[in-house]
């Protein structure tokens, strides 16, 4: 079936960096987009960034452009998220999407706390 396992959420100060992966199974990774999504404390889901297929075309939220860089290795079946420069307004927990056959997948998700 279907899993993607979210790895990389620690603890970070502003400005620092982080690197989040998502490794996929149960499915042809190099077939569909993939993205990230972010969770703050009472707030919704909100979308981060999407890659597509072959990393041909990128898109960013707002809030995370100029900083944020998602890449993906289709040979590793790995999605990354590269955050630089990061923001106390960038805590959250980071979730891995695919969707395909109009069902969305999910992972459990990785925090990311970013906090002097």
């Known amino acids: 079936q279907v899993q993607l396992v979210e790895s990389g959420g620690d603890l970070a100060q502003p400005g620092g960096s982080l690197r989040l992966s998502c490794a996929a199974s149960g499915f042809t990774f190099s077939s569909y987009a993939m993205s990230w999504y972010r969770q703050a404390p009472g707030k919704e889901r909100e979308s981060v960034a999407t890659i597509s297929r072959f990393g041909v075309s990128t898109n960013y939220a707002d809030s995370v452009k100029g900083r944020f860089t998602i890449s993906r290795d289709n040979a590793k079946k790995t999605v990354y998220l590269q955050m630089n420069t990061l923001k106390p307004e960038d805590t959250a927990v980071y979730y891995c999407?695919?969707?395909?056959?109009?069902?969305?997948?999910w992972g459990k998700g990785t925090l990311v706390t970013v906090s002097s």
């Open positions: 999407n695919t969707k395909f056959t109009d069902i969305d997948y």
